[in-house]
């Protein structure tokens, strides 16, 4: 990305803070090492710190306030012996050049002490609801404090959710570029493994070849755990154990994505093993697609996010019916969501530097969506034990949906259903 972009995105974080509170502080830590097996673990940056600087430098802190010229970053001191055992580390001089702000070095005790000489003359203090080490020091500190003592600093700890996560919903377009090509890595990964999709393939082997293909067409990382469900273990949403083999005539569920340069690809596919679509869950899964489809043409700016996911529900009741797993009149069985027990989740959710994008709009039915945004939709019907002539199993087809002036694009049209 342009390093312009995240000192526009510091402007907006000042504009709100100013809009708010003039007498406000917001905090972000980026994330202290991981240690497993006495080394250093997969080190994984704080979102929004990253979304303000698009840096990964380890254990800093971020202070950002219009009561400064600029804003502040605290770190440790430069450990030559560090360089040796991991390798060069990332300039936190650069970093401060790049987003223009004071730069702090200190030793990793003096850190406490540090951010609460800044935070001091504050009323109000921002902090995300998941803290790091050191804000969760501060915290500790802050709420340990006597009454006299404590008027010295911040009397009110808030949540950041309104100054960067909602900042995070409507994306740049460098940032839809970055999630189109973490899009298109997935579809290549899927498209390359479909001859394994065959009787007797173990779902761990598939999930192996599925991310080796991830890491070969160029991705950083998953982003999250592949969700490799075959024949009744599609009916448990996040099925994790990937411990069976595949089955003749079974549906195969692969919820997937692959995160590039931070940020992601979230899209399920089903396939039948062997390569034939055949028997009632081929029904199954033309009524999932028909969900799909009803509910991405739902899609617009200030669309509601409750119609969208209604688009979906009223298509797999209709489906249902015809199944004969539920009877009645369609609006009937609509207005007494009689689909739930088979449709047991939300319409989708944010994506974007995490798979659910923090925002607000994960299970919001009642809110809208805005152009900028790019959302799933990922309609599916489950059955955890036989129903009628349905074995248990599930279908879920999920893509990823920018929000535009005009409508939508489908980011992930690009994979074929």
Not at 264 to 284: L, N, Q
């Amino acid at each position: 990305m342009k390093k312009d972009i995240f000192n526009q995105r510091i402007k907006r974080v000042l504009k709100k803070l100013a809009e708010g509170n003039g007498n406000s502080c917001l905090a972000l830590e980026s994330a202290p090492e991981r240690i497993k097996s006495g080394t250093n673990d997969t080190y994984v940056v704080n979102p929004d710190f990253y979304y303000l600087t698009g840096s990964k430098i380890l254990n800093a802190v971020l202070l950002i306030s219009n009561a400064w010229e600029k804003p502040i970053i605290i770190t440790n001191k430069p450990n030559p012996l560090k360089v040796v055992w991991d390798g060069p580390q990332e300039s936190a001089e650069k970093l401060a050049r790049e987003i223009k702000a004071d730069l702090i070095y200190t030793e990793e005790l003096s850190f406490l002490n540090i951010i609460l000489s800044k935070i001091r003359s504050f009323e109000n203090l921002y902090c995300p609801k998941q803290q790091a080490s050191h804000l969760n020091q501060v915290l500790f500190y802050l709420n340990s404090l006597d009454k006299l003592t404590a008027m010295r600093f911040p009397r009110s700890i808030l949540s950041t959710e309104a100054f960067v996560a909602t900042e995070r919903l409507i994306k740049d377009p460098e940032e839809i570029e970055l999630m189109q090509k973490a899009i298109q890595i997935t579809g290549d990964s899927l498209a390359a493994i479909q001859h394994l999709i065959t009787p007797g393939m173990p779902e761990a082997n598939l999930t192996a070849a599925l991310e080796f293909q991830f890491k070969i067409h160029g991705a950083n990382g998953l982003a999250f755990n592949t969700i490799m469900a075959s024949g009744k273990n599609a009916a448990v949403l996040h099925y994790h154990q990937n411990s069976s083999k595949l089955k003749k005539d079974d549906y195969l569920l692969i919820d997937c994505g692959a995160e590039y340069q931070n940020y992601c690809a979230d899209i399920s596919r089903c396939y039948p093993v062997g390569g034939d679509h055949r028997g009632i869950y081929a029904e199954i899964y033309q009524i999932v697609l028909s969900a799909n489809e009803a509910a991405i043409a739902k899609v617009k700016d200030k669309a509601q996010i409750k119609n969208v996911y209604l688009a979906a529900a009223k298509e797999l009741t209709i489906g249902l019916k015809e199944l004969g797993v539920l009877k009645g009149k369609v609006s009937e069985l609509m207005a007494k969501r009689a689909f739930a027990p088979y449709f047991v989740h939300s319409i989708g959710h944010s994506l974007g530097m995490e798979t659910h994008d923090p925002g607000g709009h994960r299970e919001g039915k009642e809110l809208f969506l805005k152009t900028g945004m790019v959302f799933t939709i990922e309609p599916g019907l489950y059955f955890s034990k036989a129903t009628k002539n349905i074995p248990a199993g599930g279908i879920r087809i999920e893509d990823d949906i920018l929000v535009t002036k005009t409508g939508y694009k489908n980011l992930s049209q690009i994979i074929s259903k």
